[in-house]
């Protein structure tokens, strides 16, 4: 009688086992889970994403504008007096350019009134050049005063004009018309310009 009941109670729990789909272990019995019963136990993905969404810089970025044109530089200029002595005497045109170059002067005037003038400053131009500052030469006839007649004046200025021309290869030069008759810078004028034309 104690076999028949514990063999029904043995026969109650796989029982129970197979409906649950549970491991009867206190027996020693496993009893697997039918297929049919058996349920998508896999957890939902819920990893998020951590590269960072690209920001719309559209509407923020600053507005850039187009630089204007390049314009033409100003430059400088300065006025020395190499042929009145004094000071220039004691200055070098090393020492004077390197002056000029501290100032950002790019131009240097001085005046011219003879032959031997002309050729001086034409030296000095010489060592302006290499160092990046251009002589220009303004030409003077203050001194030349008491002509007998127009043509005389015009011969004067004409010669003036020559003696300058071909001492140096000026960039620019400048008559002046200070104190004298307009005449004399026209003579000046085109004798510069001739003797230019030929060299």
Request: hydrophobic fraction near 35%.
């Amino acid at each position: 009688m104690a076999s028949c009941n514990a063999s029904a109670s043995q026969s109650a729990t796989n029982a129970a086992s197979t409906r649950t789909g549970s491991a009867d272990t206190s027996a020693g019995n496993t009893v697997s889970t039918p297929t049919s019963e058996l349920t998508n136990t896999t957890p939902a993905d819920t990893t998020t994403s951590t590269t960072p969404a690209t920001p719309d810089v559209t509407a923020s970025s600053p507005v850039v504008s187009t630089p204007p044109a390049a314009t033409a530089k100003i430059f400088y200029g300065a006025n020395g007096h190499n042929n009145e002595g004094g000071a220039y005497d004691i200055s070098s045109a090393a020492v004077q350019l390197q002056q000029l170059k501290d100032l950002g002067a790019t131009i240097y005037r001085n005046e011219v009134y003879s032959q031997g003038t002309a050729q001086k400053l034409a030296t000095i131009a010489r060592t302006m050049a290499a160092g990046g500052v251009t002589v220009y030469p303004v030409m003077l006839m203050a001194g030349f005063t008491g002509y007998a007649s127009e043509a005389n004046a015009y011969a004067t200025g004409f010669t003036l004009g020559q003696q300058t021309a071909s001492a140096y290869a000026w960039r620019y030069y400048e008559v002046s018309r200070t104190n004298w008759a307009r005449k004399r810078s026209r003579a000046m004028s085109i004798a510069s310009t001739r003797s230019n034309s030929t060299t």
